[in-house]
T-cell receptor, first 112, second 113 residues
């Protein structure tokens, strides 16, 4: 079974803090993704990566950056957290050439 | 511009009846479609998919229908059960793997006992 894990289920941070969200997958997948989910807005793609050290902007990259130093790990960084970044953050991975993405359990981030 | 649209934000269905969730798309290059189910405080889980070369795919209580000419797909759940209450996301891809899925905004299904 594919397993995608995220470092925290719940996180509370203050405005202006730098926030790191970690995602690890155990199936040697090339492709990894970061989404945020907000009520009424569905899943919105922040960044994705097709390989180590590669990254591509998604639909809403502003205020975020990513890092992929190892194939199994994809990190999302909020450089200076703001209240409008309060959201559920979801990481996903998929093997190259396939469609079905596997999601982690999500991190509920609250920025106060 | 939304390429994948789920126009019903919510749906309520009696237990044992059929649930029909709808999804429309605009990009004729999409060739693979997926449905995901999401419970609160959990990540989405894959439910069922369909390739554009088919018009129907069935897996137990779940059936997905694809009407390419109308650019419309639907998910049928028969019979509906209280455990099916969740948010359902429709997703589409133009070709395999290296292009991110495009997700709809989701439909919240409530199955009432």
């Amino acid at each position: 079974d594919v397993k995608v894990t995220q470092s925290s289920r719940y996180l509370v941070k203050r405005t202006g803090e730098k926030v790191f969200l970690e995602c690890v997958q155990d199936m040697d997948h090339e492709n990894m993704f970061w989404y945020r989910q907000d009520p009424g807005l569905g899943l919105r793609l922040i960044y994705f990566s097709y390989d180590v050290k590669m990254k591509e902007k998604g639909d809403i990259p502003e205020g975020y950056s990513v890092s992929r130093e190892k194939k199994e790990r994809f990190s999302l960084i909020l450089e200076s957290a703001s209240t409008n970044q309060t959201s559920m953050y979801l990481c996903a991975s998929v093997d190259r050439g396939l469609y079905e993405q596997y999601f982690g359990p999500g991190t509920r981030l609250t920025v106060t | 511009d939304q390429q994948v649209k789920q126009n019903s934000p919510s749906l309520s269905v009696q237990e044992g009846r059929i649930s029909i969730l709808n999804c429309d798309y605009t990009n004729s290059m999409f060739d693979y479609f997926l449905w995901y189910k999401k419970y609160p405080a959990e990540g989405p889980t894959f439910l069922i998919s369909i390739s554009s070369i088919k018009d129907k795919n069935e897996d137990g209580r779940f059936t997905v229908f694809l009407n390419k000419s109308a650019k419309h797909l639907s998910l049928h759940i028969v019979p509906s059960q209280p455990g099916d209450s969740a948010v359902y996301f429709c997703a589409a891809s133009p070709f395999s793997g290296n292009t991110p899925l495009v997700f709809g905004k989701g439909t919240r299904l409530s199955v009432i006992a």
